[in-house]
C-alpha cells in the first residue's frame, strides 16, 4: 500500500488502494486481459460499442489510453440508437464523449436497421401479451446491430463494455434457460467461425461492476445514467439481484462462478465452433434458418417491415 490516503477497499481480496493505485489497478487488469487473450493486433481497426454508459465509458478511455501501444490501430465508437422516448439525452453524452476523447463517432439505430424501434415493440408485446421481456427483444437486435455497424466500418474488432458481473450473470441466465451454446460462446475473446461475424473482444471481462463504475466516475466524463423505462422485468435483473445478495454475503462469489462455470463449459475456448449459415431472410449469420431478430420481428408482426 502506498502513502497516500486510502480510497477504495476490496473486500474479496482486501486490497486498499489510494485513487491513484486504484485507478492504475484497473488499467493494468485491462492491459492483462488484452494480453492475456491476445485481443489486439497492432495494426487493428477496432468498433466500440458506446452506449454512453459507465461500463462503455471506462472502455472506450482505457483503449484510448492504451492505444500508446497499438500506435496503427484506430478506434472508432460505434453506437446503436434504440428509439426509447426517455434515452433521448443518451446521445448527447456519447456524442460528448467521443468529442473529448477525439474519437470518430458512427451511429445507426434500430428504425434504421429494422424500422422498429423500441417504443414500438414495447407497444407490440403489451397489444399481443407475448412472454418475454422488451429486453430479450432489444438484446437480439443490438447484437445483431452492433456487428452489422462494426462490419460496415470493416472493423477488425467489435469492443464490448461487458464486466465481470455482466459476464456471470449471462452465464447463470444461459444455465438457466439451458442454452449450452450460447454459454460456450462466452469467451473474453472470440475468433467466430463465420467471415460475417466480427471478432468481440471483452477487455473488462474481468473487472467487477462496482470498480468498473467508480473508475469510470472518476474520468471526468459524462456518463449516461438513466435507466430504461423497460428495463426492470428481466430475468438478468433477478439474477444481478440475487449475485449481488450472495457477493455481499460472500466475497468473491462472482469470480468463483466465472472461473468454475468458464471450466465446466468451456467458455474460454478462444475459436468458436458454432455452424453458422445465413438467415434466409436477411442473410445475417445464423445458426438456425432464420436470424433471432428477424424471428422476433416476424413473432411481433413486424415481420415484412425489415430494410435489410
Ligand atoms: S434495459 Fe432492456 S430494453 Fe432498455 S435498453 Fe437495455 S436491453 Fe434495451
Ligand atoms: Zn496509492
Ligand atoms: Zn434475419
Redesign the pocket.
Known amino acids: 500500500m502506498c502513502s497516500q490516503p486510502s480510497f477504495f477497499t476490496r473486500p474479496y481480496s482486501g486490497e486498499v488502494l489510494c485513487e491513484q493505485c486504484f485507478r492504475a489497478s484497473v488499467e493494468s487488469k485491462i492491459r492483462e486481459a488484452i494480453s492475456k487473450w491476445q485481443m489486439l493486433q497492432r495494426t487493428d481497426r477496432i468498433a466500440v460499442a458506446l452506449?454512453g454508459g459507465k461500463d462503455s465509458v471506462a472502455l472506450l478511455s482505457a483503449l484510448v489510453k492504451n492505444q500508446q501501444r497499438f500506435l496503427e490501430s484506430k478506434i472508432i465508437a460505434i453506437t446503436l440508437e434504440?428509439g426509447?422516448a426517455a434515452?433521448k439525452e443518451r446521445m448527447l453524452t456519447v456524442k460528448t464523449v467521443t468529442q473529448l476523447l477525439g474519437v470518430e463517432l458512427v451511429v445507426s439505430s434500430y428504425e434504421e436497421l429494422y424500422s422498429v424501434t423500441?417504443e414500438d415493440v414495447?407497444e407490440r408485446i403489451r397489444e399481443t401479451k407475448f412472454p418475454y421481456?422488451?429486453?430479450v427483444?432489444?438484446?437480439v437486435m443490438?447484437r445483431q446491430g452492433l456487428n452489422i455497424l462494426a462490419s460496415q466500418i470493416n472493423a477488425d474488432k467489435l469492443a464490448l463494455g461487458h464486466n465481470l458481473d455482466d459476464e456471470v450473470q449471462s452465464m447463470l441466465m444461459n444455465l438457466v434457460r439451458g442454452d449450452v451454446q450460447r454459454l460456450s460462446r462466452l469467451a473474453p475473446f472470440l475468433q467466430e467461425s463465420s467471415a460475417k461475424l466480427v471478432p468481440r473482444i471483452k477487455p473488462l471481462y474481468h473487472i467487477p461492476e462496482k470498480d468498473v463504475a467508480l473508475y469510470a466516475d472518476k474520468l471526468g466524463l459524462p456518463i449516461y445514467e438513466c435507466?430504461?423505462?423497460?428495463?426492470?422485468e428481466?430475468l438478468r435483473t433477478e439474477i444481478r439481484q440475487w449475485l449481488n445478495a450472495f457477493e455481499e454475503l460472500h466475497p468473491g462469489t462472482k469470480y468463483n462462478l466465472y472461473a468454475t462455470i468458464s471450466r465446466l463449459a468451456s467458455p474460454h475456448q478462444s475459436q468458436d465452433t458454432t455452424p453458422f449459415r445465413e438467415c434466409n431472410i436477411c442473410g445475417e449469420p445464423t445458426s438456425r434458418s432464420i436470424c433471432a431478430v428477424c424471428e422476433s420481428l416476424q413473432r411481433l408482426g413486424f415481420g415484412t417491415k425489415r430494410k435489410l
Not at 435507466?227 to 426492470?232: I, L, N, S, T
Open positions: 452506449s434504440e426509447i434515452a423500441m414495447v421481456a422488451p429486453c427483444y432489444c438484446g443490438r435507466p430504461c423505462p423497460f428495463g426492470g428481466s
